[in-house]
Each structure stands twice: as structure tokens, then as C-alpha cells.
């Protein structure tokens, strides 16, 4: 990739190479924020230094102000810094939902006070936060949420309960939606700041069908929360979301998302069909009908990739955003899941294990990355939200007669 | 859309313009009533040689532009979408095999005349209802000097109005490719109406005496040669049919957005909007693969083998659904001879099936990556 | 039972004597599933008199109209002696499988008086008129309009997918004698197609020329007394002879025998070349279908003992029959290859030709009848429970 910097790029770029030899612990090179980070705190020490290194300078949220404990970095400063972190194998620890969604929502969305109150600890990883969103009565069509926000003069009292709240176990604090007025929808929802620790709020883990998961159940009962911590206008929730969500998605787009590790972009599923299949006298999968399928599977993956590059080629030029994006995350989420399907026909019997002695790591992998994998057409808006948002925006087809539309 | 230079983008516009002002679906209907075997309007033809489309892969100093087979293809994308019947693709791949293999003596001969139109060039290699290039029965024997060429080519493309014939035969060394004049002594069509109302052929070749001069490339090494030839014919092939097929898929949105029925316009009923969503789906996927095969060949890339059978089975595939929801969703009308459906719907199998249809290349691609 | 055997013998022997010899074996060629333009001469014409002398055209019409007043059961047993001689009902026709029956059930003693005996004897051809450019799928949107003119009704409209209407005699037709209300709207009326005011038009379709046309009606005229039913009540009386169309189809079963695809394959597919494999793996998941869409068949046959009366459940077997006959069209033309794409012309087998034709005309299969989304709703909805969407877009007539 060119880098477009002048001398003073340059400078910056040789300031970065120091600092990373004197504070990047070369014990962590090549690894990742997930390694680390699927759970409580992390307990290294090498992570925790480098942590609060990068928490010092602010460049784990590079572009952010320094004035809240940001980097303060320019858009050209923070491709070198990435470069140059990518030279050595260094990794920004900095992460979470702090980082991805809330953060960026904040420093549009919230006053000066909030502001200065929870950036600066997102930027030093010190503080975590969970997603208040769905509810049991409220996936798909998240506005119409009921978890109850009155005002009770000198605080607000919120009572009702958020499902699929992603490492609230862990979490200090929750970015919440909820219901200021029961009369309208879309405008009656506030963005609200909860601390897990207040009195009356109670997380229960989920267990997936894939085993243990981050996932949790959120119940509010009672919780006092200070006029301060909403965010926005009283009825302004919704907007605010919105954009949330924006962050979101344009986060997991740009890392490929993490479905499935080993994911798209690792080795053809065919290599993986030969160790386990039987090969005819000329090399080849001997079941037919398999090798068919294994290579009807393998172009559509080879198409999406293609098309992962054609859209960020043409996004970038002056063409603006192209059309392509509409279409990633269901046919991302449909070609990993057939994946899966496809790794546990290859692997037959060895690929009914749920635990134990007679399967290997990858294999009981397999099994769990397949059930886990169920769940790529369903959050983050189901495939069929997904195929709403391409016929109507997209396609521009109308709504029916009657419906409630947003 | 790949991004395009400012070259491109024009040859584009100026093509999408010329296509849908002066040779919209009707003026296909048009040929196809009129019935002639040529399965094109030469006046037409005339139009698109004068506007460079047939010298887009042939270098300048022969009457080419040059641009390359991203170029033709962004042409024959326009071409696809109204059904135009032209032999531009037929005769640029014939034109592609000399480029790749001529002598001096043949490029001088014959890319001059491809460029300006005076001659389509066609390839005949099928000799039987499925592609199988490997199988070659014709035969060509050394004939004095020369050769004389014996055997059968079936539903070659554009056969009857063909002037050079670029022909695989079995030779002692193993297959080689002949370019044959179209009007040689032997050389026997027997043209062929098939549903899609284009033009083809089946040829024989009764003892036809070429010289040593139509030896295409090194003899019995022309097996590594056609599948370039077959591949760029492949990758312009699917080019075309993206057009086709983006063109039944917007014509059938528009439906979805005006037609009424229950009280309201069929396109707020959510089972046809996933359906259309899907084929919206298919088509950027097979859009991203027909450019990248395009790209290689330009590039000269080590992957244009793979990433053509790529694109040919996919746009195939896309192709397919596309053309058949195009008839189901129009209901009835769909069904009308006078409605554009059956018309797409009819190419559609025909794009599929030259070439190579989806499951030779399937197979193809996985061969390929060695499984 | 006794009975029943005993009239088998009288129908074999009656058949025996009088059904031509120069007729059997030609089953195909008097079929009048499709009207065609002549009408029978020679021995096709002296058995269609033969046949209805007795009524047993319209077997199960009652003997006073001049009917054959057979049983449900008798009139089976006739069919299959008839089938096993070889010979075909000369009566076939819209008359027989939908008319005549709604008119039995609906009809004024006047119009079974006026009606009825033509059709026994085979000697008027009925076409439909139902469908309108702007009312397919919801068909209860129609509009052409049926105007009170004093001593009869004025007709103006136009109608399409009238099958076999450039050569009928007559037409039964849902027309609008309201514009205020959708479903109450609608009679059902008879109209005499050898009249100015009416034209037919045949449609071309994809697959060539066919029986279908568009049927023009401008101050066409039809009778008081040809109005069946009350006035605006036809939509009712139109759905009956609907069900009379569909349980006379056999709802579901596969269409078209020609031979079956491995043995084509054989023809034209060599075993080693490139994509066989993946394609006999296609081929084998569409037998896979058949076969089970024919042991479906069977066991819903058993489990309604008999029951001819068309139920949601005959929605699954269209759709399911439909699918498996195009899937199989596609796979025979993909393994003819580009021999599968041939037009017309000496160069092409007859086989080959049909097959392309019939690939074409097998697209409507989804599309008329209650097309695959309909059919599709009629699940959702009356077999499934799922309800209407709020604002109640009806999706099914």
C-alpha cells in the first residue's frame, strides 16, 4: 500500500519504530486481542504492560483526541502506525465494544462531561462495556424494546430485561436502550449509561447450542441511574443506535468479521477432503457427488473473495461506496455455514464428537464451530433482515399496504 | 463495476448508448423473424466494426485498438443486455488465436481484415453435443507441402457467415489448430436453427487442402494453445451473459414495481423480494468473478485457467436462475412469444451450454486445485 | 360388487361391438384434450355417436338430459375397459370436465335443458373465459363489464388464456355486473361465440404456437336466461367449476412419460467425459424426487380412499409434480448438450426438437392453474394456519 506521507510522516514513522522496540514485548508477537480477551482480564503480565503502554500514548484508538486520552493521530500517522505495528507483529490490545461501537458514538452523541468521564478509560482499556439492545420480545424488530426508563425527578429508574448482552459478566459498564415513552415507537427510546455494579441489576450467562458462550441475559430491577448518564435528547435513542450499529458493521466488515476462525480466507476445504476422503487412482476426492459440492462450495467462496476485494477497490475510488456491500454479510454468513456443514460430511464419524478421547482439538472444533455457526444468519440482523434491507434499499421494491415500515 | 480508466469508461458509455438506442431487444427480434441463417444484421455489424468493437484485442498496426479483452468485455456486457446478435465475440476469439500464435505472414493476412469486419472468424472445435476439446476425431494429414483436413465440426458459432475457420484436427503429434478459409473447396455448412435464433453451423470437411502456411502455432503441440483460445472465448462468453442476465433481472424488478395484483404491486410481498434479493446476491458474486478472469488475461496472469472456469460456472449458474425467475415472475406474459422472457430465457441455455456448461467447468476448476 | 362385475362385462362387450377396429391403437389421435380445429369424420365420427347414444360420454349425468346415469364407481370401471381397448372419450373438453357439471349443480332447468344435451353429444365446444390482462393470479380483480341492456346483457372486455376459443362454440364467463364490490361483484354468464361482437386472437408462446388466445368482447351479447346463478353471485359458481377443472386434472400427478434420463444420458453423454459425474448426480437427486412424489401420490390416494375432492394438500402435489417435470426437462436438454437446442430442422431428432419445445411450454406448469407462489400461500395459510399479513393483502383468491 503507498503511504502518501512527507518528512514529517517520515519522523513520525521513525518516533513509532522506537517506541515499539522499547514497549512492545516481543513475547506477544503475532498474536491477537482475541487470544487474550475471551473472558475476564487478562491475567499476563506482558499483556497487561503492553496494555497500559499503548494505554499512555493513546494509540489504541489512534484518531481519537488526546485531549480524552486519544491518540490524537491524523489518518496518514495512524496507517504508519499500523504498518509499522504489523512489521514487528504488534497487535492493539486496545479493544472491546468500547473501542468499536460506543467509543465513536459517544464522541458524536454525548456532552462534555460524558465525554471526559468514559473515554479516557476506554482508551486505557481500563473499563469494559456490554450492548443493551435486543430483548426477548425485541430481535429483529429491536424498536419495539420495552425495558422501562421513568423519571423519578433527581434519577432515572429502570426496570425490564436485555438479552444476547455479549460479555456482561465481565462488564462495568452498559450502553442501554430504553423506553422513555410507551406511546410512540421509534421516538419514544433513550440512550441510556448504566453501571453493572448499581443495585437491582443482575446477569444470568447463556449456554449456546455450540456450549459455553459470552453471552448473557440482563435484568434491571429498580436500578437507579443519574440524570447525567443519558446520552442525547430524551427520545433521541433510536438515531443514536442507528449510527451504533453503523460502527458496528463497518468494524466487522473491515476485519472480515470473525466467522469461524480458520474462517474464508484459510486453507480449501478440499485439502481437508483428501486427509479424510479416499482418492481415486487419479488423485481425485472419490465420492463425486462430494467433489462436486466441495467445488460448487469452493467457487462461491472464491466469488465472495473476489468480491471482498472488488467492493473495497471500488468504495475507495470516487465511484463511492459500492453496491456490492449490501450483499457481504449474508452471503459471508451463508458460505461459512455451508463450510461447515461441508467439514463435518468430510470428516463423517469423526465429526460427531462433542468431547473426550477419540477425536482430536480440530475436530471437536469443527463440531462446535458448525453449531456456533448457526448463529451468523441470525445476529447482527438475521439473513432475512438482510435480504429486507437489499430489496427495499437496494432494489427499491415498496412495502406492503398497511405495514409499519421504518 | 471494476474500476475503469477514463478509456474504458467511454468505450463503455458509447457502447451501452449505441446498444440501447440502435440495436435494442426488438431489433433482435427483428433478425430472428426475418429468419436469415446468418443470425445477425450485417448493416448492424457494419455499424460496430466502424466504431473499432471488432479490433478491441487486435494491435493497432493491424486496424486494432488494442484495449483488451477487459475492453470487449465491458462491450459485450451492452451487447448481452438487448439480445444483440453479432459475431464480435466470435471473431475477436478467432482473432485472439492468431495474436497468441500467427506468423508475421498470418497476422498480415488475416488481422486486418477481422479488424475492419470484412471477415468473421469463427472456431470449430465441438464435435459433438458436449465440449470435450481434448477429443478431437477430424483429422489432418500432411498433403505434399501442405494439409488436407478431414472430419466433421459441429454448432460452430456463427459458421455461416464465417471467412476463417480456426479448426483443431488430429495430427501425428497430437492435436493442432488449422486457420481454414470459410469458402475453401471441401468445406461443407450445413447452418442450424436452433431456439436461440443465432447463428451456427455444422461443417464438414471433406478432404480440404490447406497450406503449410495454415498451420496455427507448432503441430501436435495445439493443445495448451487452444485452451487459451477456449478461455478467452469462455471469459468473453461470460461477459455477455452478465449483461443478459442483468438486463431479464432489472426488466423483471421493474415488473415486481408496477404490477398489481391482491390491490397492490406484486413487489411488496416478501417472498418475491427475497427471491429478487437473491439474484441481486448472485449477480454481484458473478460480476466480481467475469472481471477477474477478464484481468488475468489481460495481465497474463498464472490463474486465468482457474478463474475462468470460475466465472463461466458461476455467471452460468446466476444465469440460469436468473432467466428462469425472469419467466415465473412475469407469469403468463412471460410465457408470450411476444414478451422479451422467452427470448433471454432461450439465449440463456444457449451461453450455457458453449464452452462448456457449468459442470464441465466445475469439474474443470477442481482438476485445477488438484482434487 | 356383483353388480359392479356384471356391468364391466356389459361394458367390455358393448365396447367390443361397437368401438371401429380402425380406431384402436390410435388412442393418441383421438384424444380432444386440446379442441383443434376439425371435427371427426369416418369411424371417429360413428363412434362418437355410438358413445354418446348411450350417454357415456358423460357417464355420471343424470339420464334425463340425456347422460349415461352411471355411479362414480360404474363410470370407473367404464374407463378401464375403455383405456384397455384403446379408446378415448370423443366428449373431452371443457364441456364435459367443467361446464357440465357447474351447470348440473347451478343450473336452471332451462339452461340443463339448453346446455346439457350439445355436450352429451359432442357437438358444441365450450372455451373459458376467466383470466384479463389485469386480473391473473386475483382473478376476483376482473372488469369486464356485463351491462344490463334491457332484454339482455351487453358484454365489453377482453378476456386471455381463453384455450381453443378461435374454434368454440360457446363460452362461460365471469364478467363484473358490479363495480362496487370485488368478489359480490361478479356473475357468471354464457356467451354464443358466433356472434360480431366477439374475436379471438391466438397467443404465441415461447415454445411456438398453442391454443391460447385473447378474447375480445365489444357489445357482445348474451341472453337473460344465460346467466347461471344469481346475479352477482357468480364468483361462487366460478370457484365450483374451478374445483370440477382440478379434480378432473388428477391433481399432481407427473406429467409427460418419455423415456426415463439415464437412458437418454446413454445416448449422449460419454461416461469419462468432463462434468459426467456431476451431472448423473443430478440426474439421481431428480429420480430421487420423482420417486417420492409418486409414493406420495399413492399414499395420499389411499388415506383419502377415493376422495376426488381437491383439498390444500393438492397444493403440495402440484407444486412438488411441477418442479420434478421442469427439473427433468432441464436435465434432458443439458444431456442432449447443444444437440438440445435446436429449433426445427432435418439436422435435429424428432426427440430432440420435442424436448425443446416441451422444456419451453413446461415453464407454464408454475405459472397457470394457481400459479407456485399461490400454491404456495394455500399451504402457508389453510394447511399451516399462517395468517395474513395486518392490512389483510389476501395473497389467494
Not at chain 1, 442501554?176 to 453501571?195: A, Q
Not at chain 2, 470435450?132 to 455461416?160: M, R
Not at chain 3, 386480473?135 to 365489453?156: F, Q, V
Request: net charge negative; with cysteine; hydrophobic share 40%.
Amino acid at each position: 500500500m503507498a503511504d502518501f506521507g512527507g518528512e514529517a510522516t517520515e519522523g513520525f514513522r521513525a518516533e513509532v519504530k522506537r517506541w515499539l522496540k522499547d514497549h512492545f514485548p516481543p513475547a506477544l508477537k503475532g498474536g491477537s486481542l482475541l487470544q487474550y480477551m475471551e473472558g475476564p482480564s487478562p491475567r499476563n503480565s506482558d499483556v497487561k504492560a503492553w496494555i497500559a503502554a499503548m494505554g499512555e500514548t493513546g494509540w489504541g484508538v489512534p484518531t481519537w483526541p488526546k485531549a480524552l486520552g486519544g491518540g490524537g493521530l491524523s489518518k496518514e500517522e495512524a496507517r504508519v502506525l499500523a504498518q509499522e505495528m504489523n512489521a514487528v507483529g504488534a497487535w492493539n490490545p486496545i479493544g472491546g465494544m468500547g473501542v468499536m461501537m460506543f467509543g465513536p458514538t459517544l464522541l458524536e452523541y454525548g456532552n462534555e462531561t460524558q465525554k471526559q468521564t468514559h473515554i479516557p478509560p476506554i482508551a486505557r482499556s481500563e473499563i469494559r462495556w456490554c450492548q443493551g439492545f435486543s430483548e426477548p420480545g425485541a430481535g429483529s424488530d429491536l424498536a419495539s424494546l420495552q425495558t422501562k426508563c421513568e423519571d423519578k425527578g433527581d434519577h432515572w429508574l429502570v426496570n425490564g430485561s436485555k438479552i444476547w448482552t455479549s460479555g456482561a459478566q465481565w462488564a462495568d459498564w452498559c450502553f442501554c436502550l430504553v423506553r422513555t415513552d410507551t406511546s410512540k415507537k421509534h421516538e419514544g427510546i433513550s440512550f441510556l449509561l448504566i453501571d453493572m455494579k448499581s443495585p437491582g441489576v443482575e446477569v444470568k450467562p447463556i449456554r449456546l447450542i455450540s456450549g459455553n458462550s459470552p453471552f448473557c441475559e440482563t435484568f434491571f430491577t429498580d436500578v437507579k441511574v443519574p440524570k447525567e448518564n443519558l446520552v442525547g435528547p430524551l427520545g433521541g435513542g433510536w438515531t443514536i443506535a442507528k449510527r451504533l450499529l453503523q460502527h458496528e458493521r463497518a468494524g466487522l466488515a473491515g476485519g472480515g468479521g470473525s466467522m469461524g476462525r480458520g474462517g474464508l480466507f484459510a486453507a480449501p476445504m478440499h485439502q481437508l477432503a483428501k486427509e479424510y476422503v479416499e482418492a481415486d487412482e487419479g488423485g481425485r476426492i472419490a465420492d463425486d457427488d462430494l467433489r462436486s459440492r466441495i467445488t460448487g462450495h469452493e467457487i462461491e467462496a472464491r466469488a465472495f473473495q473476489l468480491t471482498a476485494i472488488r467492493s473495497l477497490v471500488e468504495s475507495r475510488s470516487n465511484q463511492g461506496p459500492s453496491s456490492a456491500t449490501s450483499i457481504m454479510k449474508n452471503a459471508g454468513s451463508r458460505i461459512a455455514q455451508e463450510r461447515a456443514e461441508l467439514t463435518l460430511e468430510v470428516l463423517g464419524a469423526q465429526g460427531l464428537g462433542w468431547e473426550g478421547e477419540g477425536f482430536n482439538a480440530d475436530e471437536l472444533a469443527a463440531v462446535r464451530g458448525w453449531l456456533g455457526g448457526k448463529a451468523y444468519s441470525i445476529y447482527g440482523g438475521s439473513a432475512e433482515i438482510q435480504n429486507n434491507i437489499i430489496s427495499k434499499r437496494i432494489l427499491g421494491l415498496p412495502d406492503p399496504l398497511g405495514s409499519s415500515s421504518h | 463495476m471494476a474500476v475503469l480508466t477514463e478509456e474504458q469508461s467511454l468505450l463503455r458509455d458509447a457502447a451501452r448508448t449505441w446498444t440501447q438506442e440502435k440495436s435494442p431487444v426488438s431489433a433482435f427480434r427483428k433478425v430472428r423473424n426475418s429468419g436469415v441463417a446468418l443470425g445477425y444484421d450485417q448493416a448492424a455489424f457494419a455499424e460496430m466494426a466502424e466504431m473499432g468493437w471488432t479490433g478491441v484485442i487486435i494491435p493497432e498496426e493491424y486496424g486494432g485498438s488494442d484495449f483488451g479483452w477487459l475492453s470487449l468485455g465491458l462491450i459485450l456486457e451492452e451487447t448481452g443486455r438487448t439480445l444483440t446478435a453479432s459475431p464480435i465475440l466470435s471473431s475477436s476469439v478467432a482473432a485472439g488465436a492468431i495474436v497468441l500464435a500467427g506468423t508475421d505472414a498470418q497476422k498480415q493476412h488475416w488481422l486486418t481484415k477481422l479488424a475492419s469486419g470484412e471477415v468473421v472468424g469463427a472456431l470449430a472445435v465441438d464435435e459433438g453435443p458436449h465440449h470435450n476439446p481434448a477429443k478431437v476425431a477430424l483429422k489432418a494429414e500432411k498433403a505434399g507441402a501442405g494439409w488436407k483436413l478431414t472430419g466433421k465440426k459441429t454448432f460452430v458459432l456463427e459458421g455461416p457467415a464465417a471467412g476463417l475457420l480456426v479448426v483443431s484436427a488430429k495430427t501425428d503429434g497430437g492435436v493442432s489448430l488449422f486457420l481454414v478459409p470459410g469458402d475453401a473447396k471441401g468445406v461443407a455448412k450445413h447452418a442450424l436453427k436452433l431456439a436461440d435464433s443465432r447463428g451456427a453451423a455444422n461443417i464438414d470437411f471433406d478432404g480440404v487442402e490447406v497450406g503449410a502456411d495454415a498451420l496455427l502455432g507448432e503441430e501436435g503441440k495445439g493443445g495448451p494453445l487452444l485452451d487459451k483460445i477456449l478461455d478467452r472465448a469462455r471469459a468473453a462468453l461470460a461477459a455477455e451473459m452478465l449483461g443478459s442476465a442483468l438486463q431479464a433481472f432489472e426488466t423483471t424488478l421493474d415488473y415486481l414495481k408496477t404490477r398489481v395484483q391482491f390491490g397492490q404491486v406484486i413487489g411488496s410481498f416478501q417472498a418475491l423480494q427475497h427471491r429478487a434479493a437473491k439474484m441481486f446476491t448472485d449477480l454481484e458474486l458473478s460480476r466480481s468473478c467475469v472481471e477477474a478472469a477478464l484481468t488475468a488475461i489481460d495481465n497474463d496472469g498464472a490463474e486465468v485457467s482457474e478463474l475462468v472456469s470460475l466465472a463461466k460456472a458461476k455467471m452460468g449458474d446466476t444465469l440460469h436462475l436468473v432467466s428462469n425467475e425472469m419467466v415465473q415472475m412475469h407469469g403468463g406474459i412471460g410465457m408470450t412469444d411476444e414478451h422479451d422472457a422467452g427470448l433471454y430465457l432461450k439465449r440463456a441455455r444457449a451461453q450455457e451450454t458453449a464452452f462448456g456448461g457449468q459442470a464441465f467447468h466445475r469439474d474443470r476448476y477442481a482438476r485445477l486445485q488438484g482434487f | 360388487m356383483a353388480d359392479l362385475a356384471e356391468f364391466r362385462a356389459e361394458a367390455r362387450a358393448w365396447l367390443e361391438a361397437n368401438f371401429p377396429p380402425s380406431l384402436r391403437g390410435q388412442s393418441e389421435a383421438n384424444a380432444e384434450i386440446i379442441p383443434g380445429g376439425e371435427k371427426p369424420s369416418g369411424d371417429a365420427l360413428i363412434w362418437k355417436q355410438r358413445l354418446a347414444a348411450n350417454g357415456w360420454g358423460t357417464p355420471t349425468w343424470p339420464k334425463a338430459y340425456g347422460g349415461g346415469g352411471l355411479s362414480s364407481a360404474e363410470a370407473r370401471v367404464l374407463a378401464e375397459e375403455m383405456a384397455a381397448i384403446g379408446a378415448s372419450n370423443p366428449m373431452a373438453g371443457m364441456g364435459l370436465s367443467m361446464l357440465g357439471p357447474t351447470l348440473l349443480e347451478y343450473g336452471t332447468e332451462d339452461q340443463k335443458q339448453r346446455h346439457i344435451p350439445p355436450i352429451v353429444h359432442g357437438e358444441v365446444r365450450w372455451c373459458q373465459g376467466y383470466s384479463e390482462p389485469g386480473a391473473g393470479s386475483d382473478l376476483a380483480a376482473l372488469t369486464t363489464r356485463c351491462e344490463d341492456a334491457g332484454d339482455h346483457w351487453k358484454i365489453n372486455g377482453q378476456k386471455i388464456w381463453t384455450s381453443g376459443a378461435q374454434y368454440a362454440d360457446w363460452c362461460f364467463c365471469l364478467v363484473r355486473t358490479d363495480t362496487a364490490r370485488k368478489h359480490e361483484g361478479i356473475s357468471f354468464v354464457l356467451i354464443d361465440m358466433h356472434q360480431p361482437g366477439v374475436e379471438a386472437r391466438p397467443i404465441r408462446l415461447i415454445a411456438g404456437s398453442s391454443p391460447f388466445c385473447e378474447t375480445f368482447f365489444t357489445d357482445a351479447r348474451a341472453e337473460k336466461t344465460d346467466m347461471v346463478g344469481p346475479l352477482n353471485g357468480g364468483w361462487g359458481v366460478g370457484k365450483r367449476l374451478l374445483q370440477h377443472e382440478r379434480s378432473g386434472q388428477g391433481g399432481g400427478r407427473l406429467m409427460g412419460g418419455g423415456k426415463p434420463l439415464p437412458e437418454i444420458a446413454a445416448a449422449y453423454v460419454d461416461a469419462d467425459e468432463p462434468g459426467a459425474g456431476d451431472l448423473r448426480d443430478r440426474i439421481v437427486a431428480q429420480a430421487v424426487d420423482a420417486r417420492a412424489h409418486t409414493l406420495t401420490m399413492k399414499r395420499a390416494a389411499e388415506e383419502s380412499r377415493g376422495n376426488q375432492n381437491p383439498s390444500a394438500a393438492t397444493s403440495v402435489m402440484k407444486n412438488s409434480g411441477t418442479k420434478i417435470g421442469q427439473d427433468k426437462a432441464e436435465l434432458t436438454l443439458e444431456i442432449m448438450g447443444a444437440r438440445g437446442l435446436g429449433w426445427e430442422g432435418e439436422v435435429f431428432a424428432d426427440e430432440e426438437l420435442t424436448a425443446v419445445r416441451a422444456w419451453l411450454f413446461g415453464k407454464a406448469t408454475t405459472i397457470f392453474g394457481g400459479s407456485a407462489e399461490i400454491q404456495n400461500n394455500i399451504i402457508s395459510k389453510r394447511i399451516l394456519g399462517l395468517p395474513d399479513p395486518l392490512g389483510g393483502a389476501k395473497g389467494n383468491g
